[in-house]
């Protein structure tokens, strides 16, 4: 892969974010043959050897709920063989049983390919229990199960990750229509690390363009609807900081995105859709020295979230209009309720919400928000896991040996 270094830097206390950076080749081959390679170029190039390394450490978490069997076949088929894939399903059990049919579907890839994939359904009670018993009750609901919601899938998927001993872990949603989309996703998540460093570091992806029907022809829309407005708020937030107008964020709730896993460990996740604004938000709240009280300190190594613009068109199911407005008042409710975020910004996030219908008898609702992930007693909460795994009806996993690609967790 070759793309550019990053132009710009806004730098915030311990977090620097870099300006979206482009991608010029997808394969610009191996270590041994290093075609056109100049040390003092602006352009990186970075071997397929540097991204297997990296891809070799990686767990790809696919959230999964109710989509086309096709459509996540897709998906899984652009994920690199040295990844590890974890599904995490909160598709129905019934009437029909989807996640029973997503097994079967799954298993068979898994044979045809090989690919390391690791199943489990949302609501399984004994991964509920495992979270509960290693002092996580934030995530489980009152049935002693884990809630609903995409961003709890992600939580559960990042420490299914470390738990199987990656060291990044990065999310592709499972309604995406392009094969080919999902494996530039995840060979930019690598050059992201390769470049970046392998700690603190957060790799967003900006799609180059997203494709839809307009008057009967293709229309290449640059930004979609929700991201639009997120990035403008939070622009405006750096900007108050920083006294300097600027349009750095361009991933502001990007669905694509990869964490080292000492990152994901150590932030605040929002529920639901906040979950991805949330993150710009966390790590400015622990890291951009804004708050002395809430301040952390990221170790030696400064906080660096990398955006990287895509090559492929992004597309993926279009879920309507009401779909899109849940989307930014969740992004902008994250926001508004963040300590760092300054009273004027606040009142005119407000006045924007009112005038779109958002507000819910005159209140702007707090987002749920869990707490960082380093809080669990993990050593317990992987001796949990690993029993759940090692009692699956195909008593699959053995750390995911080479012959035995797929465990399923009941
Ligand atoms: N495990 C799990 N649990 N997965 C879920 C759940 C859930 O409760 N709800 C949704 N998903 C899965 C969907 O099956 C899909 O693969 C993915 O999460 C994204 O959900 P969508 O509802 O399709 O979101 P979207 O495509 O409209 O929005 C995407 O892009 C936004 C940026 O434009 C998401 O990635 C958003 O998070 C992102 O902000």
Known sequence: ?????PRETERI????????????ELDSGPDHEAIFHREDSVIQRISYESLFQVEKEMAIVVPVKDERLKLIEGVLCG???????????????SPIDRFQIEQEAIRNFAKFTGQKILLVHQKDPLLGKAFAESGYEELIDDQGLIRN????GMILGTLLAKAIGKKFVGFVDSDNYFP????????????????????????????QSK????????????WGRSTVQTNRVLNRLISMYSGFETEIIK???????????????DIDYAAGYAVETYHFVNILERFGGLIPEQQKEPGRNAVKICQIQSRNPHLHEVKGDEHVDDMISASWRAIYHSDITPQSLKEALRAEMEERGYLIDGEIPQVKRYPALNKINFQKFSELVEEIL???????FQGFSDTLPISIAR
């Open 251 to 265: 991933t502001g709730n990007a669905g694509e995105h990869a964490l080292s896993l000492d990152l994901a460990m």
């Open 1 to 5: 892969m070759r793309l550019e270094i």
């Open 390 to 396: 090692q009692n699956t009806d195909e008593n699959l």
């Open 211 to 222: 494709p839809k029907v307009q008057d009967s022809s293709l229309y290449f829309a640059k």
């Open 180 to 207: 080919g989309a999902v494996n530039e996703y995840v060979k930019e998540y690598a050059a992201g690390f390769n470049m970046c460093g392998e700690t603190n570091t957060f790799v967003r992806i900006s799609w």
């Open 13 to 24: 206390g311990a977090v620097q974010i870099y300006g979206l950076q482009k991608v010029y």
């Open 79 to 93: 994920i690199p063989n040295q990844c590890t894939t974890i599904v995490v399903s909160n598709s129905e059990r």
């Open 149 to 152: 919601g995409k961003a709890e």
